[in-house]
């Protein structure tokens, strides 16, 4: 479960100066049940990045309390922080791949942070690597791929680990549309299996193909929650 | 044709990040300076040893108006005082100096001929004390014989070399904590801009959930290893010129020693191999503490 309780965010060195406009998510509430599936959806600036970073414990709130994955974000020590992480696969909006990496050995950092055997290792990345159809390009380094290659190779490293939580951060930005359809495709799969995903996207013609509750927000303030 | 993933331990490329040749050749150099610095402190402590045996071994006795009756009434004071020495189990070859080498050793104070002043010059015994324990009872001993009889040993002198062994020592001793300060600030520095240039790869795997004693460990095997490497290297570089300084130290040590020039103080061939292993230990827990403290100031 995700749950947010009035969750304020500020930014040490925020973008815009001034009162109003300091806080980069105001008075945040909402709730996702386990196995649940929702849009985050807003304009650019809104703070969609912002309320995934709380998410997935990269930002701490000025105010409220956040609970994931049944634990209180605040109350944890570093090292539970850490273990709590290689619960939550993240998808990030500039996909953070390692350039010194092939693409085999990125999507298999989070198995082998987590210290699983090297045959594992083998099975479960080349598995995933057919999944989003890279399983030809292992070896390939992230700039020897294109920039839709290395979102698919980011999805299969938030993924590889068998995560509890999902969260992608405008994950078809650098998809066409039949590749962004066929990535919603592997994302609802996950879904199905029981995996909690949040998905930000201002791709309004997406979220009209693939119905789900949402989550809209402007401002830093959440205008609609299902 | 199916494709073999090709494996890279190395995630964190750290061998590029940390591949730096200065951090190497620093630490050479520092453990280079530690091992003159312990080679000078054990040398001091050997010769000062030596010296300072020499020293409180050596008598000189000065018997005022040596041809004047002795206490018995017989002998002349300086013959009793003589027969008196050669008789003590623990004073070893008692000789008068002859009045010419006395004349020569005051010369410089008194002229050519001090007898021409008309200056009573004391008769002077040279001898070696073999006595375990100080020769402080001689002197009164003597004084029964022949009245304002004086025993001065080394005694002085030996002091004096004790504590200048001991501000060498001291000396020595900052030295190498100086060195091993420096030594961290080093690692300090290399393993900041090692954080630096890798910072994306650290704040991911951070952000993947890896322990932050998984990334100091990492970071710290890197830097022991080149620690390590750096002061072999020293202290190997070292060796020729202990070595040579040890053959221009030997005369001093006692004629045993002077044959074979390549004999470096035990102790020194116990703590040469023990700097890189030190250099090691301070690699290591300096890249544990910079990495854990940079880590702590992400959320
Ligand atoms: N690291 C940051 N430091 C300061 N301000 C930030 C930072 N990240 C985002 N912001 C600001 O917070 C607001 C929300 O940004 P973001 O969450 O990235 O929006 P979105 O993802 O919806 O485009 C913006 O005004 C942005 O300028
Ligand atoms: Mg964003």
Same mark, same amino acid.
């Given at each position: 479960?995700?749950?947010?309780?009035?969750?304020?965010?500020?930014?040490?060195?925020?973008?815009?100066?001034?009162?109003?406009?300091?806080?980069?998510?105001?008075?945040?509430?909402?709730?996702?049940?386990?196995?649940?599936?929702?849009?985050?959806?807003?304009?650019?600036?809104?703070?969609?990045?912002?309320?995934?970073?709380?998410?997935?414990?990269?930002?701490?709130?000025?105010?409220?309390?956040?609970?994931?994955?049944?634990?209180?974000?605040?109350?944890?020590?570093?090292?539970?922080?850490?273990?709590?992480?290689?619960?939550?696969?993240?998808?990030?909006?500039?996909?953070?791949?390692?350039?010194?990496?092939?693409?085999?050995?990125?999507?298999?950092?989070?198995?082998?942070?987590?210290?699983?055997?090297?045959?594992?290792?083998?099975?479960?990345?080349?598995?995933?690597?057919?999944?989003?159809?890279?399983?030809?390009?292992?070896?390939?380094?992230?700039?020897?791929?294109?920039?839709?290659?290395?979102?698919?190779?980011?999805?299969?490293?938030?993924?590889?680990?068998?995560?509890?939580?999902?969260?992608?951060?405008?994950?078809?930005?650098?998809?066409?549309?039949?590749?962004?359809?066929?990535?919603?495709?592997?994302?609802?799969?996950?879904?199905?299996?029981?995996?909690?995903?949040?998905?930000?996207?201002?791709?309004?013609?997406?979220?009209?193909?693939?119905?789900?509750?949402?989550?809209?927000?402007?401002?830093?303030?959440?205008?609609?929650?299902? | 044709?199916?494709?073999?993933?090709?494996?890279?331990?190395?995630?964190?490329?750290?061998?590029?990040?940390?591949?730096?040749?200065?951090?190497?050749?620093?630490?050479?150099?520092?453990?280079?300076?530690?091992?003159?610095?312990?080679?000078?402190?054990?040398?001091?402590?050997?010769?000062?040893?030596?010296?300072?045996?020499?020293?409180?071994?050596?008598?000189?006795?000065?018997?005022?108006?040596?041809?004047?009756?002795?206490?018995?009434?017989?002998?002349?004071?300086?013959?009793?005082?003589?027969?008196?020495?050669?008789?003590?189990?623990?004073?070893?070859?008692?000789?008068?100096?002859?009045?010419?080498?006395?004349?020569?050793?005051?010369?410089?104070?008194?002229?050519?001929?001090?007898?021409?002043?008309?200056?009573?010059?004391?008769?002077?015994?040279?001898?070696?004390?073999?006595?375990?324990?100080?020769?402080? /009872?001689?002197?009164? =001993?003597? *004084?029964? #014989?022949?009245?304002?009889? @004086?025993?001065?040993?080394? $005694? !002085?002198? %030996?002091?004096?070399?004790?504590?200048?062994?001991?501000?060498?020592?001291?000396?020595?001793?900052?030295?190498?904590?100086?060195?091993?300060?420096?030594?961290?600030?080093?690692?300090?520095?290399?393993?900041?801009?090692?954080?630096?240039?890798?910072?994306?790869?650290?704040?991911?795997?951070?952000?993947?959930?890896?322990?932050?004693?998984?990334?100091?460990?990492?970071?710290?095997?890197?830097?022991?290893?080149?620690?390590? /490497?750096?002061?072999? =290297?020293? *202290?190997? #570089?070292?060796?020729?010129? @202990?070595?040579?300084?040890? $053959? !221009?130290? %030997?005369?001093?040590?006692?004629?045993?020693?002077?044959?074979?020039?390549?004999?470096?103080?035990?102790?020194?061939?116990?703590?040469?191999?023990?700097?890189?292993?030190?250099?090691?230990?301070?690699?290591?827990?300096?890249?544990?503490?910079?990495?854990?403290?940079?880590?702590?100031?992400?959320?």
């Amino acid at each position: 479960m995700v749950k947010f309780e009035d969750v304020w965010l500020r930014y040490r060195h925020p973008a815009r100066q001034g009162d109003a406009e300091a806080e980069a998510l105001r008075g945040i509430s909402f709730e996702i049940p386990d196995g649940g599936f929702r849009w985050l959806t807003g304009p650019s600036g809104a703070g969609k990045t912002s309320l995934l970073k709380l998410i997935y414990l990269a930002e701490h709130p000025v105010r409220g309390r956040i609970e994931i994955l049944g634990t209180e974000a605040a109350k944890i020590s570093r090292r539970d922080a850490a273990l709590l992480r290689r619960r939550i696969g993240v998808v990030y909006q500039d996909f953070r791949l390692l350039p010194q990496l092939s693409a085999y050995d990125n999507v298999a950092l989070p198995m082998r942070l987590a210290r699983r055997n090297e045959t594992q290792v083998h099975a479960d990345v080349t598995e995933i690597l057919r999944w989003v159809g890279l399983e030809a390009r292992l070896n390939a380094r992230p700039d020897e791929l294109s920039g839709g290659e290395q979102q698919r190779i980011a999805i299969a490293r938030a993924v590889v680990a068998r995560p509890k939580l999902l969260v992608a951060d405008e994950p078809t930005g650098n998809l066409d549309d039949d590749q962004a359809f066929r990535l919603m495709h592997l994302i609802t799969a996950l879904n199905q299996l029981g995996t909690t995903v949040v998905v930000a996207t201002h791709n309004t013609e997406l979220v009209k193909r693939y119905p789900a509750p949402r989550l809209d927000i402007e401002h830093g303030r959440l205008t609609h929650a299902d | 044709m199916r494709t073999e993933p090709r494996h890279r331990a190395d995630y964190l490329g750290l061998r590029e990040a940390l591949g730096d040749r200065l951090l190497p050749v620093l630490v050479a150099a520092m453990s280079f300076l530690a091992a003159l610095a312990m080679a000078g402190a054990l040398a001091s402590a050997t010769l000062a040893a030596r010296w300072q045996q020499d020293a409180t071994a050596q008598l000189t006795i000065q018997v005022p108006q040596p041809q004047a009756p002795s206490a018995d009434g017989k002998t002349p004071r300086l013959a009793a005082v003589l027969a008196a020495l050669q008789a003590m189990p623990d004073v070893a070859s008692p000789q008068e100096m002859s009045p010419q080498s006395v004349s020569a050793l005051i010369s410089p104070w008194l002229g050519a001929d001090p007898a021409a002043l008309g200056l009573a010059l004391p008769g002077v015994i040279s001898a070696h004390w073999t006595g375990a324990t100080p020769p402080d /009872a001689l002197g009164p =001993a003597l *004084a029964k #014989l022949s009245p304002g009889t @004086l025993v001065q040993t080394g $005694a !002085l002198w %030996a002091g004096r070399v004790a504590a200048l062994t001991t501000s060498l020592q001291g000396c020595a001793a900052a030295v190498l904590i100086i060195v091993a300060l420096v030594a961290a600030a080093v690692v300090a520095v290399a393993t900041r801009s090692g954080l630096a240039q890798r910072r994306e790869t650290v704040t991911l795997i951070y952000a993947l959930g890896a322990l932050d004693g998984d990334i100091a460990a990492r970071f710290a095997a890197r830097i022991t290893l080149l620690t390590f /490497a750096g002061a072999a =290297a020293g *202290a190997v #570089l070292a060796l020729p010129v @202990l070595a040579w300084l040890a $053959a !221009l130290a %030997a005369p001093f040590a006692g004629p045993a020693q002077i044959a074979d020039s390549y004999n470096l103080p035990p102790a020194l061939l116990i703590a040469l191999p023990g700097l890189p292993v030190v250099a090691a230990g301070i690699g290591w827990g300096t890249a544990q503490l910079t990495v854990r403290g940079w880590l702590r100031n992400l959320p």
